[in-house]
C-alpha cells in the first residue's frame, strides 16, 4: 500500500462499513506511516483496487483503539509485540465472493510466521470482529480472547478474537 492508495482506500471504507466505523483519511496515513510493512491492498482483474487491510504489530490482549493511527498498540517491533493486529478490512461490495479477504488474510498471516522482530517472532495474529462478523473470522480460525481488552471505541457487538500463528 502507498499514499496514492488512500483515496480508494477510503471509498472502499466507505462502501463496507456502517459510518460509526470509519477512520479518518489522517488516521489512515499515520497507520501506514508508522506499519508500512504491515498494509496491503489488492485489485481486481481490471487492475482497480479492491480490498485493503491494514495491520500492526501490538502486545496480546492490548489492541489499538479505532481512529488511533496506530499510536496504541501496546507494543511495536522493537517493543515486546507478540501479536499482528489485523486492524481493518475491507472489500469492495463489486468484489465480493472474489476470495480478496481471504487471499490479504492468509498473506497478513504468512508474513506474520516469517517476521524477524528485534525481540524474536510474532505468536499471535488478533483482530477486533465488527458488524457480525465472528462467524467469518471463526472459519478461519479465530476465537474469543482471553483477556477483554477496553473495546469502547469500537461500539457494542465488538469482540476481541485471537488464533496462533
Do not use: N
Amino acid at each position: 500500500m502507498t499514499l496514492a492508495d488512500l483515496p480508494a482506500v477510503l471509498e472502499i471504507q466507505a462502501q463496507a462499513y456502517d459510518p460509526f466505523f470509519h477512520e479518518s483519511e489522517a488516521a489512515f496515513r499515520g497507520k501506514l506511516g508508522a506499519f508500512p510493512a504491515w498494509c496491503w491492498v489488492a485489485e481486481e482483474a481490471q487492475g482497480k483496487l479492491a480490498a485493503y487491510l491494514f495491520a500492526q504489530p501490538a502486545r496480546l490482549g492490548r489492541p489499538p483503539c479505532l481512529g488511533d493511527g496506530g499510536r496504541s498498540s501496546g507494543g511495536d517491533a522493537d517493543g515486546g509485540a507478540d501479536t499482528l493486529h489485523l486492524h481493518d478490512m475491507a472489500v469492495s461490495p463489486l468484489a465480493r465472493g472474489a476470495g480478496l479477504a481471504r487471499t490479504l488474510a492468509t498473506h497478513a498471516l504468512a508474513a506474520a510466521r516469517r517476521a524477524e522482530l528485534g525481540h524474536g517472532r510474532l505468536q499471535w495474529a488478533s483482530l477486533i470482529a465488527v458488524q457480525g462478523s465472528v462467524p467469518y473470522w471463526a472459519r478461519h480460525g479465530f476465537v474469543a480472547g482471553p483477556v477483554s481488552p477496553d473495546l469502547s471505541s469500537y461500539g457494542p457487538g465488538a469482540a476481541y478474537l485471537i488464533r496462533s500463528l
